[in-house]
């Protein structure tokens, strides 16, 4: 039974954050995953908050777009897109713990030599992070508690030259109905329905965020509520 607390995030654990989570089911998810940020356009959030820290940039200069919990790699692939329509020259790279993921997420990415991936323990393995112009967070934070999240950032921004940009979820009553009803007709798996509900209550209060905001260091903090109950937190870093 997934519950939801309008006062406190859910400890509640998703499906796929099992390490042994592969095969079909797996891909059957991701792109269950992938058809619900298409339709509510999720993925736009973050790309407009890359365009946003992007100001300053030479079109001739490396841009490097470091992904934490990237998954199959589906942002990644935008990511790359938006530079090429743009003609900016970013190497993008994703960094995930799930090695079956990875390989999957190397293979989507077959054509896009600008991509590459690394299993990497964000927190166990920090000296492994490389080093990025900006990193971006999507839909990853929920997993954690907020110490871990105040931990993470403090990692990332030392990783980063510019800042961090996060993508996740409004902790919201009227969402998590809604995802429940509509999930059932929309969605294939019995993994991303209940994985969407974790997710959900899993998520974030704006007054959250700001907390955890004051805790980190060296960087000046925007929080917006975007459309479909989503927040986009960045992050630029103080220079």
């Known amino acids: 039974m997934i519950t939801f607390n309008n006062k406190q995030r859910s400890h509640q654990i998703e499906i796929m954050d099992d390490l042994d989570f592969q095969g079909e089911e797996m891909k059957n998810v991701l792109n269950d995953l992938?058809?619900?940020?298409?339709?509510?356009g999720g993925n736009?959030?973050?790309i407009d908050g890359i365009e946003k820290l992007l100001n300053g940039y030479s079109k001739n200069s490396l841009i490097?777009?470091?992904?934490?919990?990237?998954g199959d790699g589906e942002l990644l692939r935008k990511c790359a897109d938006y530079g090429k329509n743009n003609n900016y020259n970013f190497e993008c790279i994703g960094i995930d713990f799930n090695e079956n993921i990875l390989e999957f997420a190397?293979?989507?990415?077959f054509n896009y030599p600008n991509i590459k991936f690394k299993k990497i323990d964000v927190f166990l393995e920090e000296e492994l992070l490389p080093n990025c112009d900006i990193a971006i967070c999507t839909l990853f934070l929920h997993h954690f508690s907020s110490e871990k999240i105040e931990t993470l950032l403090k990692i990332i921004l030392e990783k980063s030259k510019k800042g961090l940009i996060i993508n996740d979820l409004q902790r919201s009553l009227t969402a998590f109905k809604l995802f429940k009803f509509v999930s059932q007709m929309f969605l294939k798996t019995k993994t991303a329905?209940?994985?969407?509900?974790?997710?959900?209550?899993?998520g974030f209060k704006k007054d959250e965020l700001e907390n955890i905001s004051k805790k980190i260091p060296n960087q000046k903090s925007k929080i917006q509520w975007?459309?479909?109950?989503?927040?986009?937190?960045?992050?630029?870093?103080?220079?």
Request: glycine letters at 4%.
């Open 34 to 40: 992938k058809n619900v940020n298409r339709w509510l």
């Open 44 to 46: 736009n959030i973050t």
């Open 64 to 70: 490097t777009i470091l992904d934490l919990g990237c």
């Open 106 to 109: 190397k293979k989507k990415s």
């Open 193 to 202: 329905q209940h994985d969407g509900l974790v997710s959900i209550a899993r």
């Open 226 to 239: 975007r459309w479909a109950f989503r927040y986009q937190w960045i992050l630029k870093k103080n220079i």
